[in-house]
Nanobody, 124 residues
Framework: VQLQASGGGLVQAGGSLRLSCVASGRTFSSTAMGWFRQAPGKEREFVATIRKSGGYTYYADSVKGRFTISKDAAKNTVYLQMNSLNPDDTAVYYC??????????????????WGQGTLVTVSS
């Protein structure tokens, strides 16, 4: 599975961005897609995940109500709509794929394919 993330950039606090992640290759083995982020000097953390079947979504508390994960199966693409951004959201955002059966997987080690990351910078 190959993942290509895009859509990052510089935005002012309170603004919005939409990230995209296009999957290719042996995507049939994937059960869910997730977004993670890593700020400078910090560990990579879970942001959101969406089940391939049923579209069930799960969010980190820090982004709940502000971010929305969605998918377009026909395009093999997962999106992360980010609203009401604040400087604490500044990070490199990564999309990832997992074949774990359990729903709502938040553990970075349970994801076996990763995109290259896209930088989101929120200015105050």
């Amino acid at each position: 599975v190959q993942l290509q993330a895009s859509g990052g950039g510089l935005v002012q606090a309170g603004g919005s961005l939409r990230l995209s992640c296009v999957a290719s290759g042996r995507t049939f083995s994937s059960t869910a897609m997730g977004w993670f982020r890593q700020a400078p000097g910090k560990e990579r953390e879970f942001v959101a995940t969406i089940r391939k079947s049923g579209g069930y979504t799960y969010y980190a508390d820090s982004v709940k109500g502000r971010f929305t994960i969605s998918k377009d199966a026909a395009k093999n693409t997962v999106y992360l709509q980010m609203n009401s951004l604040n400087p604490d959201d500044t990070a490199v955002y990564y999309c990832a794929s997992t074949n774990v059966i359990m729903s709502g997987v938040r553990d970075v080690n349970q994801y076996n394919y990763w995109g290259q990351g896209t930088l989101v910078t929120v200015s105050s």
